[in-house]
């Protein structure tokens, strides 16, 4: 029985061979597994969908495949206000940079707190006063006495 099915499979395959075409692909076309590789890619975006082509490398076809686009991926980026260097908060979306909101801060300027300048920062210096900045530390002086 298996072999009655196997010559009548391969008189089928015969004829169709010998007919030459067969919905207008030749003997072969029909006949073959497609062995695919890729033809052309476009990269799927934040707003616009890509896609991949392939094509059979024995006969030609082509098949495509959608990739869905990916959507914003929304990042807060935040730097605080310095005594010399202003801040900023931003949303932006890390795959292709659009901004949504960018707040900027202005810098803040040294609090200074003043105390009487030592021995060492009048002979260094001249002081009579010296000023720290409570926030940053850092230091200037004043020639007035305290």
């Given at each position: 029985m298996k072999r009655a099915k196997k010559i009548i499979l391969m008189l089928m395959?015969?004829?169709?061979?010998?007919s030459g075409t067969q919905a207008g692909m030749s003997a072969d076309a029909a006949a073959h597994t497609h062995k695919w590789a890729v033809h052309s890619v476009s990269k799927a975006s934040c707003t616009r969908d890509g896609y991949i082509r392939h094509a059979c490398t024995k006969?030609?076809?082509?098949k495509s495949a959608s990739v869905k686009k990916l959507g914003?991926?929304?990042v807060t980026d935040k730097?605080?206000?310095?005594?010399t260097a202003s801040g900023h908060s931003r949303k932006y979306c890390a795959r292709c940079g659009k901004n949504v909101s960018k707040i900027t801060y202005k810098k803040l300027g040294h609090d200074y707190r003043a105390?009487?300048?030592t021995a060492a920062e009048k002979k260094a210096y001249g002081w009579g006063t010296t000023l720290t900045c409570r926030r940053?530390?850092?230091k200037t002086g004043s020639y007035a006495d305290y």
């Open positions: 395959v015969c004829m169709i061979a010998a006969c030609g076809k082509h914003h991926f929304y730097k605080a206000a310095t005594c105390r009487k300048a940053c530390g850092h």
